[in-house]
């Protein structure tokens, strides 16, 4: 199976940070353990399909697993599928055999002219066989490779077709689609097409999955989302794998972020000048890196919130912006990070200045030696805070002991005041008792005293 350069080694380490990668996404079941039963979905995929799977592992993991869930999540509704671009089948057959481990009902669908290779390269014609294998693109081979992985016959809903022709869109919108995977026509105006026709007919928090965003060989794949008008308010991006990008699409009011639109301009511009200067590939992804930062430094507001709180409780009142006083780290750890993305051209608030990063100040190497620098700036301050947490930690289970304490003392007087209560009940109930025999509200013990002798 020829697979091209793409990556086919999945180590325990690479299976920890596709989870991690999940979770953070919003995928909070994902493990370490279904990552390598997903390495071993494709590996049995890619040596059951006459072809190839375009693509690289991480990136195939991360669909697997988050189609499985979108599916878990629809409960007893059906889960709609796309996708665009299906080339052998393999992506689909994997598409189908996660939504089947879900449990849930769903319906696929798969986009693709099934007439050869779309492009013989980046601005050639098209070619009538796949240019890898050698080997010729046509429905009948899709529809034997999916039954080789055991999908039924009319499991996937195949569509001979370009994506922009409207029996294709027609087909996509017999119900609203949970999870759209685009990995057809990577042009700037094919993916535009893409967006305007597919988008709207997705359904609100459903998923889409952006093949080749970052890659060089296709960096009209960036440059369409980083420019799309939904990007990133509406096509919110939740993951980046590989070269996949993993967005939830959530229509809304639009909101300005002017701290993400700034990393994807950083992006375009990183992406621009490796494309400019030869470079097939980037050893560090900017909006990653950057968005670890911002990630971080969210963490850290949260932070100064609960420790806001812990100190108005205990009547030691700060300043929403003071630093914490737990770890004398963590100011100079931002003010690392500040002067590096101020090295890029970038303020963490998402700023830009005039000449914010001219081609010239930013080649891919540089832009991978500030990307390390971060990484090692974004693992300090992640440890920094995570002692803080923990000090913070101790400081709310002091505070609940004194709430504790407090209680049981409240509890003790409230005892003695309910006694106190029922004595005094019971002397009222007898002198009412009394009173209402006639009788005056003296003592017996008065009563029965002798009256003293007369004098002499």
């Not at 997903?38 to 592992?57: K, N, P, S």
């Not at 009902?105 to 294998?133: C, E, M, N, W």
């Not at 990484?375 to 289970?397: D, E, N, P, T, Y």
Request: net charge positive; charged share 20%.
């Amino acid at each position: 199976m020829r697979t091209n350069s793409f990556n086919r080694q999945l180590s325990s380490a690479l299976a920890q940070e596709v989870s991690t990668i999940l979770r953070q996404a919003g995928f909070a079941e994902v493990k370490e353990a279904d990552v390598l039963h997903a390495g071993e979905v494709f590996a049995r995929v890619e040596q059951t399909i006459t072809g190839r799977v375009a693509g690289h592992l991480e990136d195939y993991l991360g669909m697997f697993l988050a189609t499985r869930a979108v599916c878990a999540a629809r409960g007893r509704e059906s889960a709609h599928l796309v996708e665009i671009g299906t080339l052998f089948g393999g992506s689909a057959a994997l598409l189908w055999l996660a939504a089947k481990e879900s449990g849930a009902k769903f319906s696929l669908t798969a986009i693709d002219p099934l007439d050869g290779y779309y492009r013989h390269s980046q601005s050639g014609p098209s070619s009538p066989v796949d240019i890898i294998t050698g080997l010729d693109i046509s429905a009948a081979r899709v529809r034997a490779n999916l039954a080789a992985c055991g999908v039924p016959e009319d499991g996937v809903k195949l569509v001979c077709a370009l994506s922009t022709d409207p029996a294709a869109v027609a087909a996509a919108a017999a119900q609203p689609i949970d999870m759209l995977f685009i990995d057809g026509d990577h042009s700037l105006a094919g993916l535009e097409a893409d967006y305007a026709n597919y988008l709207p007919l997705m359904r609100a928090g459903g998923f889409v999955v952006i093949d080749n965003f970052s890659d060089l060989a296709w960096p009209d794949v960036t440059r369409a989302t980083l420019r799309w008008p939904e990007f990133p308010h509406v096509l919110q991006p939740v993951a980046l794998l590989r070269s996949a990008l993993l967005c939830r699409y959530q229509p809304g009011p639009a909101q300005s972020s002017p701290a993400v639109s700034a990393y994807a301009r950083l992006t375009e511009r990183a992406l621009d000048n490796a494309v400019r200067h030869g470079h097939r590939s980037l050893d560090q992804n900017p909006l990653r890196l950057a968005g670890m930062i911002k990630q971080q430094l969210e963490g850290l507001d949260d932070f100064r919130a609960r420790a806001a709180v812990i100190s108005k409780l205990r009547d030691a009142p700060v300043a929403a912006d003071a630093t914490p006083p737990w770890d004398a780290k963590i100011p100079a750890l931002i003010a690392q990070a500040d002067d590096v993305l101020a090295r890029l051209g970038l303020s963490r608030q998402g700023e830009l200045p005039a000449e914010w990063l001219r081609p010239a100040e930013l080649r891919p190497e540089e832009c991978a030696s500030l990307a390390g620098e971060l990484a090692k700036i974004s693992s300090q301050l992640r440890q920094a805070i995570a002692r803080a947490f923990s000090q913070l930690a101790h400081q709310s289970r002091l505070l609940a002991l004194d709430y504790r304490r407090v209680q049981r003392r409240h509890q003790r007087l409230q005892q003695r005041f309910n006694v106190l209560q029922a004595k005094f009940d019971s002397v009222v109930k007898t002198r009412a008792y009394r009173v209402g025999r006639g009788l005056h509200l003296v003592p017996d013990v008065v009563k029965s005293t002798p009256a003293p002798a007369p004098r002499a």
